[in-house]
């Protein structure tokens, strides 16, 4: 049985089918583990959510930010912004299923039997595992339930907290704890994050991967959502992200093997960096 991560796929899914085509991928016998955001700025999100969903347990997706942004405007009445074309997903004939199928999926996944953790963007410099995955199942939790499409909302909308709130706050608790696992790229060493794109210089903002563990991570974690980094192999990271929306490649690797061996097929481009 063979474990496959796959990248951010974001609506495309004619490369989608071309890169599980590629890789061998048999649903029948191997695993296929998704870092987020499968949908959104893609022609195809809809065709893309009724793949992954016909694939039953043989796949493990987390959420990414995209995603959470169409539950938030499928569910929650948040209004299209100027590249989402994930509202397509609304208007299929089987939609009620697609979107109830991406709310019920995680944030954070970890295997301990294939030694790999996934997340959509980042981790907190002093979570381990255990704590990261009980923040994902508390947001999760909520996603699921009744006041969930207004957590997506505000995730999209509103200003998020740059540091980690009282859990007493629990609202500012479940949108810092969901920011941090679908949104991260910046953060310091002391636990301050930057919610942009390129932070100020000089005060100790580095890519969420660079700084020193404090939470005693021993667990390689693969992830997604940085284009702009594109496909990065650090000590105990696999960011896969290698920009098939920008018109470079969807990239899937095999995480059984070591090191883990990458597929990739190239994409024509859906939009241009700077648009």
């Known amino acids: 049985m063979a474990t496959y ?74 209004p299209p912004q100027g590249k989402d074309t994930a509202v397509e997903v609304r208007e299929a004939p089987d939609a009620e299923e697609l979107i109830d199928w991406l709310r019920h999926q995680p944030l954070f996944h970890w295997d301990q039997d294939i030694g790999w953790a996934m997340v959509h963007a980042g981790l907190h410099p002093h979570w381990d595992l255990a704590e990261t995955r009980h923040r994902a199942r508390a947001v999760e939790a909520f996603l699921q339930g009744p006041n969930g499409p207004g957590l997506a909302a505000s995730l999209s909308a509103d200003p998020l907290p740059k540091r980690d709130p009282d859990p007493r706050e629990q609202w500012q608790w479940l949108r810092f704890s969901a920011a941090v696992l679908t949104r991260t790229r910046y953060c310091t060493a002391e636990g301050e994050f930057f919610w942009g794109g390129t932070p100020p210089e000089g005060r100790g903002f580095r890519p969420w991967h660079a700084h020193p563990d404090r939470g005693t991570r021993t667990t390689p974690i693969v992830y997604g ?29 095999r995480l059984d093997s070591r090191p883990a061996r990458l597929v990739q097929v190239d994409c024509p481009g859906y939009w241009t960096p700077g648009d």
């Open 5 to 78: 991560a796959i990248g951010d796929i974001q609506g495309c899914a004619t490369e989608l089918e071309a890169l599980l085509e590629r890789a061998g991928f048999d649903p029948a016998a191997d695993r296929l583990w998704l870092v987020g955001d499968l949908v959104n700025r893609g022609p195809g999100s809809a065709e893309v959510l009724r793949r992954l969903r016909g694939l039953g347990p043989a796949v493990r997706p987390v959420l990414g930010n995209h995603d959470i942004h169409l539950l938030a405007l499928v569910l929650g009445g948040l």
């Open 225 to 253: 959502h940085w284009a702009a980094q594109g496909l990065h192999r650090g000590k105990a990271t696999l960011g896969l992200d290698s920009g098939c929306i920008w018109g470079g490649s969807l990239t899937a690797a």
